[in-house]
């Protein structure tokens, strides 16, 4: 009795730091502070240490103590109300919240171009090229009409947000824009880093030079798992442990709970895969379970009970395939 006292008194201390965050919130450098760490209470690890797969997890966690540290650019939580990433908060910004498919998100309210200026700009350039321009042209002046007042940081973000993709030639260009103008800043290299290209080179050296800076940043470390995990498996197993270990206990995003941002569910969720696609069923299974018991998200708890289901029944859940397979399934990922 008085073990497990002590254990919810270690515990119940630990929420309270990690929800008061700290006071040197907007700073952009590491803190000096050493996180502390947090134990794993006896039986809560207990799934994973059967069958050999005691090394499955990291028994000690150290998550930071302000979880927005280098996530959002003031250094501090979202408004209550925002719902989404908060990676890509602009605190200067107005937001709506919009429903879709049963699920709410926030987008930043931005004013439409002038469509009589939109229409003369393009009728000009399709006279003087003598042939009309290609939707992507179209769209680049759309863009930059809609989003060219805010700086070159906040636009990537809002465009973002609203779904411009990393294969928008105006997003890519802001984007660089910004970083020029910053090159030395975490949080820039951050979004210049998250726009680029998913599995390519320019994100892969992006997370990585993020990482240097960073060493126990759990969103890069998942991040840069999820960049290599489909060339080099071992080093994204050890990636994602990392990221286990170092990712708050608490959701971003906390007002929306099925778009909370829990990098330790992503974590966890990532290296269960990555155990089962390297052979190693029994961790991939014990990472499943721990998922299972730590997760605030129902339909991240119904998830992990699916993987389980189909590992204990011999069937494979899907992802790109790699060379000398050892085990693995469709490429539907």
Known sequence: MKRQIQTMTIFYSLAVILLAGCSGCGQTTTPDFKPPIATIPDGENRTATKNGTSDALPTEFSPPENPYQDITITGEAPPFDYYGDPVFWVPDLEYK?????????????????????????????????????????????????????????DAVKAMYTVGIGSGSQYLLEVAQQALDANPNDFHT???????????????????????????THAYVLFWLGKTVRYKNREESIQLFKKAVQYAPSIGYGMASAKLSVHVRDWALQELAKAYFWEGEKQKSMATFSYLQQITKDDDTRERATKYIRQIKGG????HVAFENEKEGGTANE
Request: charged residues 25%; negative net charge; proline residues 7%.
């Open 97 to 153: 919240i919009v429903g879709f498919q049963g699920q709410e998100t926030s987008y930043p309210i931005i004013p439409d171009k002038d469509v009589d200026v939109y229409n003369a700009r393009i009728k000009a350039l399709e006279e003087e090229r003598g042939e009309p321009l290609s939707r992507d042209e179209k769209n680049y002046i759309s863009y930059e009409m809609r989003y060219g007042h805010l700086s070159p940081l």
């Open 189 to 215: 290299l951050l979004i210049w880093t998250n726009i680029q290209p998913y599995l390519s080179d320019s994100a892969e050296t992006g997370y990585r030079q993020l990482l240097q800076m960073r060493p």
């Open 315 to 318: 069937k494979r859940f899907g």
